[in-house]
């Protein structure tokens, strides 16, 4: 099975800066693509940012300027760099690796993780 491990999240203040983590483990073959989602006490998971292995990487409006998503394909593993931060952006923020493919099998599947929490103050 694959399984995602996030780290990095925590309390900080209004303009300050966090860098999450997700490394995916298990026998992954390929990944098309790593993001990250966050989701708010009382609102919908929404997308923060997301890369795939070839193409545009796509942030949310309400991001873009402020954090940075990196990619290390050999390791699995994918960045969230956030700087600038808002007690808006307080929320838990999943990892998302979509499209694995495990080997030894065909079809692909999207993995989650369990979540990091992100709490800014102001």
């Known amino acids: 099975q694959v399984q995602l491990v996030e780290s990095g999240g925590g309390l900080v203040q209004t303009g300050g800066s966090l860098r999450l983590s997700c490394a995916a483990s298990?026998?992954?073959?390929?990944?098309?693509?790593m993001g990250w989602y966050r989701q708010a006490p009382g609102k919908q998971r929404e997308l923060v940012a997301v890369?795939?292995?070839?193409?545009?990487?796509n942030y949310a409006d309400s991001v873009k300027g402020r954090f940075t998503i990196s990619r290390d394909n050999a390791k699995n593993t994918v960045y969230l760099l956030m700087n600038s931060l808002k007690p808006e952006d307080t929320a838990v923020y999943y990892c998302?690796?979509?499209?694995?493919?495990?080997?030894?099998?065909?079809?692909?599947?999207?993995?989650w993780g369990q979540g990091t929490q992100v709490t800014v103050s102001s």
């Open positions: 998302v690796a979509e499209g694995v493919i495990v080997a030894g099998l065909i079809a692909s599947s999207d993995y």
């Open positions: 298990g026998s992954i073959y390929n990944i098309n693509a």
């Open positions: 890369m795939p292995s070839g193409g545009s990487t």
